[in-house]
């Protein structure tokens, strides 16, 4: 099994900026890649960025230029840095393997981006 634990959310202005946690624990020997979720209110989770094992990265038009995903390897931990932040980035931030390769959701870090 592989477990996520999700750190590092919380309440910032628009035009800030949070860095978040994930650390990855279990069978992690074969995972190739780490992906960024969130899922807004009333609204589906939805794919934010992918990091590969290589260390190769991508990430959804809404975000580019102002997120970025990076991993430690020796600390089993994902980071997404979130500078420049706007009300539609709120939404609770998950970690976990690529699409259709997810295992159990950790509880995820409330981001709120607000005034």
């Known amino acids: 099994q592989v477990q996520f634990v999700e750190s590092g959310g919380g309440l910032v202005q628009p035009g800030g900026f949070l860095r978040l946690s994930c650390a990855v624990s279990g069978s992690i020997v074969s995972i190739t890649s780490m992906v960024w979720y969130r899922q807004a209110p009333g609204k589906q989770r939805e794919l934010v960025a992918v990091i590969t094992r290589g260390g190769s990265t991508n990430y959804i038009d809404s975000v580019k230029g102002r997120f970025t995903i990076s991993g430690d390897n020796a600390k089993n931990t994902v980071y997404l840095q979130m500078n420049s932040l706007k009300p539609e980035d709120t939404a609770v931030y998950y970690c976990?393997?690529?699409?259709?390769?997810?295992?159990?959701w950790g509880q995820g870090t409330q981001v709120t981006v607000s005034s």
């Open positions: 976990n393997l690529a699409p259709g390769l997810t295992r159990s």
